[in-house]
């Protein structure tokens, strides 16, 4: 096998392990919806609370499965940040795209900044400098320095972020100057 | 306005016109009594966030305890068909302030703010000389107003207005001011009874508005392990997750659908307790026999009915508020339920017909003093539910007319309108718009019409 064609597979590698994510995402958002309590009323706890559960951890913790897959086969970090990204930025449209059954488009695309998504986007953020950070420890050579302080700086301000979107006064301030921004907007 | 201040001409017709009658012998004495101020009762009004009307003992909940809101009931009116017209927090509680719907006072969501211009309950009353008093959660977008007739504005601005639990800052006539009580239930109801209970030559007016049972549903440290092993008597199509899938989250309900309706049990009974301890001040204060007390909530909530979470939609859980009236002396026969329909715009003119006022033409709620009178006055025929998009809540705009058998749904945006069968269907599940008989829906439409357009039918 080439170089060439071993840095594709690897690289091919990363984003079946993305799309499989995506898959799952997509999968449970669809199978959560169901009408379980008209279909099979006895099904509808169990499945509505397994398939709620695999859809916010697809969500949420992808990129710990997509992240650490793809590099640690020698994906290229960005062919890395491209499979982590896919999962939550698919979502983010698909709820964009539902909400304009209640919103105008302008108001549905603001709507895709919501402070959930970023968020999701500050975690994914914070997992890949997580993984990244872990990766370069693990594949140092002895007495080589482990270059881990980029990717630590990242967990660090992506969980900040995340603070901020999310849990800062139970999200409740950022969440009032996104709805501020909207009330700028339109 | 009908309140209008008394000229210094009037009075010396008034004079003279006493004189004459005290010296002819044709002195109205019961007629001039009953427009002595001090006749007026007091007034109390319990306002609570999110509280379901059947999540009280007396109307059945399976394991929720509400003794001191039961006896409210049982010394008064419990109106099983209460309604909000608008289903969320400030154009609700602004209904209640103006008895106008939210399209008329212009607190259509929690985004637009409250008009100076709007006249209050409270301020027609000061004018007939009660002592007023806000105390609690105002919450309306907008700064906090200069409320015209209120003698004492307590209330906070902490979470965007939403105030919190524990240790809310306070906002006392315009200043900043820490709570003495860690639990804001608590410190509320101090203030209430510290208002309620001062030496004062006018009849009072209190309106006190609770954060309770908003989330996110901290109840006071003795009450955490209460109902910790109690079935939870939610729906059938209610799930775990309910509370943080499509768009769910912006309710503020990130967690297990149980351990939040745990917790909403708790503080509804921690505010029985402090409802409780005002009642019993009012009765060792000797004031309880001369004070009207109401006790109601600005919206429903959904614990996973209709696989939703929060409020807003027109369906029953959510549009239902508990509403129940203590008057003694004025209720015929007391601890009865009544079946009539009536809404949050009603309060306004119920108090001031209570007080003497007309309410005049800008109020569109009706008084339900009649029913309190007498048990078989009959009430309305219909009433109009509107929502206006409240970004970014999943929720479109709504409009809708309630039967007293009926509810017709129309949605802004692409959802189609629904159509439910009340005594048959009670639970909304099958929209009867695919079988409905065109005249029936034509007359819907046309009564929807009419109340957007008139407020009334």
Redesign the interface.
Known sequence: MTAVAGSKRRQFGCWIAGAAVLLMMAAAKVL??MPW?ELA?AL??PA??IF??L??VSIVFGPSVIYPLGRFRGAAPRICIMACLLTPVVWNIW?II??????SVA?SLY?GL?P?FLGALAFTAAQMGFWEAVYRVRRKEPGEKAHAAGPIFIVLASLALVYVFCFW?????W??L??AG??AL? | MSEKPISRRDVLKLMAGASLAGATGLFPGPLFAARQKNALPNIVFILTDDHRADHLGCTGHPFLKTPHLDRLAGEGVLFENAFVTTSLCSPSRASFLTGQYAHTHGVRNNLTPWQNENVTFLERLKRVGYDTGFIGKWHMPGRLPQLRGVDEFVTFTARGGQGQYWDCPLIVNGKQTPSNKRYITDELTDRAMAFAGRDRQNPFCLYLSLKAAHHDWLPPEELKGLYADAALPLAPEADTWVTMTNGAMFAGTAGPLQYHYRNYCRVLTAVDHYVGRFLDFLDKKGLADNTIVIYAGDNGYFWGEHRLIDKRWAYEESIRVPFIVRAPGLIRGPGRRAGQMVLNIDLAPTLLEIAGIKPGPAIEGQSILPILKSPGTPGREAWLYEYFSDFPYNVPGIDAVRTKDRIYIEYQGRCPPELYDLEADPRQRKNLMDRVDARELTGLRDMLATLKREGRL
């Open positions: 959560y919806n309590p009323p509808h706890q509505a609370f709620a559960l859809l916010n709820e539902r909400v304009t059954a209640y919103f108001e709507y919501n959930l006064a139970m999200g409740q301030h969440f009032y996104y709805q909207y009330k339109f």
